[in-house]
């Protein structure tokens, strides 16, 4: 039976967040240049996408460009912006034939100008579907993205829009940039690496976590499927006994 066959209907993840990481590693085995391991990583989003899309997964959040990545090679930079460029301007039918609703989190103003404003003409052009939403943290980190919305509670308080009582949870999680977005239910980390990176730090702190040792060109359908498989076997107990959530 294959992982597909064994997935449950009812117990389907809402939300579906992926680090696609090994694009560089699974190039330099091929014996080629880094980009091309993007260039193959872009179908294996394009791929997953429609997997989950399938599947009645609601949101699907790609870690994309983390903030870090800004100090990798000049040319590297210049390159995974031009191939954003042409993935968007490619994939834009795909998402209004499929009914999916491109976002983007992250601090998208240090994107160069024909990169933001593409990204802003996908988001606006899918925003009526009301299928998935594939969410792309592109510039991204839970470090600076906690570091904004306390200046923004920060400053609230100071204008006298918000009491200090008033700082809890629900009014962090308002000033996130997922303030829309629920929760992840399950992390997919691929290549092997057993940490998060600096991705989502406030969101998943009940998320189930799933590490794969394949690298992102190479995580197929059925990999996929494997983890949301396993995500289906887990016990979810919130900080409750196993008595209490049976």
């Known amino acids: 039976m294959t992982y597909k066959e064994q997935i449950q209907q009812d117990r389907i993840p809402r939300h579906v967040a992926i680090i696609m990481d090994g694009n560089g590693r699974w190039a330099k085995r091929q014996g080629l240049a880094r980009m091309f391991g993007h260039r193959q990583g872009v179908e294996t989003v394009h791929a997953i996408t429609e997997a989950a899309a399938a599947l009645g997964i609601e949101y699907l959040t790609l870690y994309t460009f983390s903030t870090e990545n800004w100090n990798r090679p000049k040319e ?7 191939l954003l460029v042409d993935t968007i301007a490619k994939e834009t039918p795909t998402l209004m034939n499929n009914n999916v ?6 601090d998208i103003s240090r994107l160069p100008q024909v990169t933001h404003d593409k990204f802003v003409a996908c988001i606006d052009q899918t925003s009526q579907n009301t299928g998935l939403t594939l969410v792309i943290a592109l510039s991204y980190s839970a470090r600076w993205e906690l570091i904004r919305s306390t200046q923004l509670i920060a400053e609230a308080v100071k204008e006298g829009k918000m009491l200090v009582e008033d700082i809890n949870e629900e009014s962090i999680s308002a000033h996130l ?13 691929t290549s092997g690496e057993l940490r998060i990176s600096n991705f989502l730090l406030w969101q998943l702190a009940y998320a189930e976590l799933y590490f794969t040792d394949c690298l992102w060109p190479e995580f197929t359908n059925e990999e996929f499927y494997r983890a949301i498989v396993d995500y289906q076997h887990r016990e979810r107990r919130f900080g409750k006994t196993s008595e209490q959530v049976n």
Do not use: K, S
């Open 101 to 106: 609703r491109l976002q983007t989190i992250g």
């Open 177 to 189: 940039t997922t303030a829309a977005i629920p929760d992840p239910d399950l992390l997919i980390r």
């Open 76 to 82: 590297e930079v210049d390159a995974l912006m031009a």
